[in-house]
């Protein structure tokens, strides 16, 4: 395929204007988009436009669509669900909304029995953890971490402290006391004499400053915490960090809530990020990948956690029958070609961006796992200043060039593709990117 063969018109489109024109005039102004991409229809890792442009995405709605666009399982379990009724609300019963709970707590990433319950969205998934870790140890605060993204209601925005535009102007939950996240790229704490790595150190940080001047441990009802920051820059932790917040929770009875909206449901070549360290949450927050594209999110908890009695949570629509076909056959995608695939792929990702790194200065550093990556930008290796203007003009130069890339953290490109994508389309979108890295370059060389 010749890169002529991605492109057709330049973006936006005269049919991409219209809409977008139209949209402007009705949808909230708080909705910050991208790209002027108006999407028509996709295929497995390949999206169109309206005025038929073709894209390799590298985005997959954020992480959602784990199995590509229109995997025929997926979409042939939720024509036969939409047959069958499209809801019920939960004071009833149906049979999938039962499967998909048992697949649920199969997979859940600790030995003791599990107990699901199913929302709608991330930020839902959140919000039910933090209210079932205060029901269940009958403690009001939380420790967060700086960096962290858990969504935008206003129990989870509570937690959130990737930016300041998602919190200003908006009164936050008062309980939740925010830590250094261990960046060793980017620490924010000074490692001390003896640290293993900056994992020791941040967690000596929450016990020798945190709990002795700020907040008593007993007065602590959970840690909320991404296994792999995600709006904060894809940041992978160290290896000592979750064995010792484990062992934190373990000595003062505090709920370990890992949150996986982003990262797990296979995206890191696991079925949840925190395996890699192979510790056990108490409490895991899922969403995104879980359905493929259709709204569902949910906790998988400990049954000796999960100790809330009738009425003390709900939702409208969780549960719904369609969601939960589609999360069915995603489970079974994600089984048969999605996770080891994840594995593989993003091991060569990655080695592919680290020779790329060592032809291109301006990259600072490649990090991630299985099918989550991220590539942030610097001035120089010496003092890591974020390029920022780098990023958007390589984010944007591959857009032009047919590739759907997004940013995160400061400066940082992150790429999270289906988790079915080929070799030929890894080798296709890193030829993309590198070209806009090439054309960022030049223009920064000649300015």
């Known amino acids: 395929m010749n890169q002529h063969e991605l492109k057709r018109v330049s973006a936006p489109g005269p049919i991409a204007q219209e809409i977008i024109a139209r949209d402007l005039r009705v949808n909230s102004t708080c909705l910050a988009r991208e790209h002027p ?81 199913l929302c709608n969205s991330g930020t839902e998934a959140v919000e039910a953890a933090v209210k079932l870790a205060r029901q269940h140890t009958g403690r009001s605060k939380f420790i967060g971490f700086i960096g962290a993204f858990h969504g935008r209601t206003m129990g989870s925005l509570g937690f959130t402290a990737s930016k300041t535009v998602q919190r200003a102007g908006f009164t936050t939950i008062p309980d939740v006391l925010h830590i250094p996240y261990p960046n060793p790229y980017r620490p924010l704490l000074a490692p001390q004499p003896g640290d293993q790595d900056l994992g020791d150190t941040v967690v000596r940080y929450l016990e020798q400053v945190v709990f002795r001047n700020l907040v ?21 932790p160290p290896p000592s960090f979750f064995v010792r917040l484990r062992e934190v929770c373990d000595r003062h009875g505090i709920i370990l809530i890992a949150d996986e909206v982003q990262s797990g449901m296979g995206r890191t070549g696991r079925w949840w990020a925190i395996q890699h360290w192979g510790v056990e949450p108490d409490i895991v927050c899922t969403a995104k990948g879980i359905a493929s594209g259709l709204p569902l999110g949910g906790i998988i908890a400990r049954e000796s956690v999960m100790t809330w009695g009738p009425g003390a949570h709900g939702n409208t629509y969780g549960g719904n029958p369609i969601s939960c076909a589609a999360s069915l056959a995603t489970i079974e995608v994600l089984e048969q070609e999605g996770i080891e695939n994840a594995r593989v792929q993003g091991e060569y990702m990655l080695d592919a961006l680290s020779e790329m790194a060592a032809r291109h200065p301006l990259i600072g550093e490649v990090r991630g796992k299985g099918l989550m990556i991220g590539v942030e930008f610097v001035q120089d290796h010496t003092s890591r200043e974020p390029a920022v203007a780098v990023r ?56």
């Open 216 to 236: 008593s441990p007993q007065d602590v009802a959970g840690i909320l915490v991404e296994p792999i920051q995600g709006e904060g820059g894809y940041v992978v």
């Open 392 to 447: 958007d003009r390589v984010k944007q130069y591959a857009f032009e060039d047919g590739l759907l890339v997004i940013g995160c953290g400061v400066s940082t490109l992150r790429l999270i593709p289906p988790l079915v994508i080929s070799r030929d389309e890894v080798d296709q979108g890193l030829g993309i990117l590198e070209r806009a890295l090439m054309r960022a370059e030049h223009e920064l060389s000649s300015s």
């Open 37 to 117: 991409f108006v999407m028509s229809h996709g295929r497995g890792c390949e999206v169109f436009d309206v005025d038929g442009n073709r894209y390799l995405d590298f985005v997959a709605g954020i992480g959602v669509n784990a199995t590509g666009h229109g995997h025929p399982l997926v979409t042939a379990a939720i024509h036969e669900a939409v047959d069958d009724f499209i809801h019920v609300s939960a004071d009833f019963y149906h049979e999938r909304w039962m499967l998909l709970a048992e697949r649920l707590v199969e997979l859940a990433p600790f030995e003791e029995a599990a107990r699901v319950f």
